[in-house]
């Protein structure tokens, strides 16, 4: 039995939880085509007879603004303790003034000694020539213990990468139950489906400032599954774009999560969404502990 820790880190919007969601075979972490839309570090477990990789995915390698930033640079730092390897993400559209922040997020990586696999991202958007002096520039960034190629949309070259992967699992325990796929709890995850449909559904309106918390959460005799969760926003002015003319667009967030939230209790749901106000909630440390940033 061979088992090990994996993080995968990277800048925003590279494909980290595309990624992990494709190993993992399940959808355990939301996706959106905004930044930093993971804002805390995700284990997705992937089980076989005889090995265990749990992967942590992390958010976006930036610059914190504010005290929810903050609270993200802790999660990548300490994702990267105690690993076995590192996968790092780059979208292979990568511009030519980017790669020097790239470096910069990579050399911070040396002292630590963890072999480190480079996962150039989105490759069903170039063609194969065009690729490669992408990828001459890019291995000169750091010294990588692969370089691979791939489409974490579609799931080209994947299991290439995964092979890399199990070469540093050492012998060792499953460390999760063989149908653990996620330690996050179910509220926490029903809370990032609303998340994410908020964000893909709201597209530049209200680009960060959404936070979403379960206030009740009941399973009743017949399966059937009661939520109440509670959209934050900082403005009163976003309150109204996220409810949308006679109540629209809240309805078309609560059906789409409620699809995905479905699925995932494989239960039937009924959810019921309110829009609150927190005026910079991100920089209230004990309201973004309250609302599950542990």
């Known amino acids: 039995m061979k088992s090990g820790f994996i993080a995968i880190c990277g800048r925003p919007n590279a494909g980290k939880s595309t990624l992990l969601n494709r190993i993992v075979g399940e959808k355990v972490a939301i996706v959106s085509n905004k930044p930093q839309t993971t804002r805390t570090k995700i284990l997705g477990v992937y089980t076989e007879p005889d090995l265990q990789a749990v992967l942590i995915d992390t958010p976006g390698i930036h610059k914190p603004h504010n005290k929810l ?5 802790k999660y990548i730092y300490t994702a990267t303790q105690d690993i076995d390897a590192l996968i790092y993400v780059v979208d292979c559209n990568i511009k030519d003034s980017e790669l020097q922040a790239e470096k910069e997020s990579l050399s911070g990586l040396q002292t630590a000694g963890i072999p480190v696999i480079l996962a150039v991202n989105k490759i069903d958007t170039k063609e194969r020539l065009e690729l ?5 520039k890019l291995q000169n960034l750091y010294d990588f213990s692969a370089i691979v190629p791939i489409s974490a949309q ?3 070259n994947v299991p290439e990468l995964f092979q890399n992967i199990k070469g540093f699992l050492k012998e060792g325990p499953k460390f999760f139950p063989d149908d653990v796929i996620t330690d996050q709890p179910e509220r926490q995850i029903v809370a ?5 449909k908020s964000l893909r559904l709201l597209n530049k309106e209200i680009p960060h400032g959404i936070a979403v918390e ?3 959460m009941k399973q009743k005799d017949n399966g059937t599954y009661e939520i109440l969760a509670a959209i934050y926003c900082e403005k009163q002015s976003h309150k109204g774009i996220i409810i949308g003319k006679g109540g629209e667009k809240l309805k078309q967030i609560g059906r789409q ?4 939230i479905e699925k995932f209790l494989d239960a039937k749901v ?3 969404l309110w829009v609150r106000v927190k005026e910079d909630w991100r920089n209230k440390e004990n309201f973004i502990t309250d609302i599950g940033f542990e």
């Open 270 to 272: 009924y959810l019921e």
């Open 192 to 196: 990032e489906f609303i998340r994410e």
């Open 154 to 156: 579609r799931g080209n």
């Open 69 to 73: 930033g903050e609270r993200m640079e």
């Open 214 to 216: 379960i206030e009740r």
């Open 132 to 136: 490669l002096p992408i990828l001459d």
């Open 257 to 260: 999560a409620r699809e995905d």
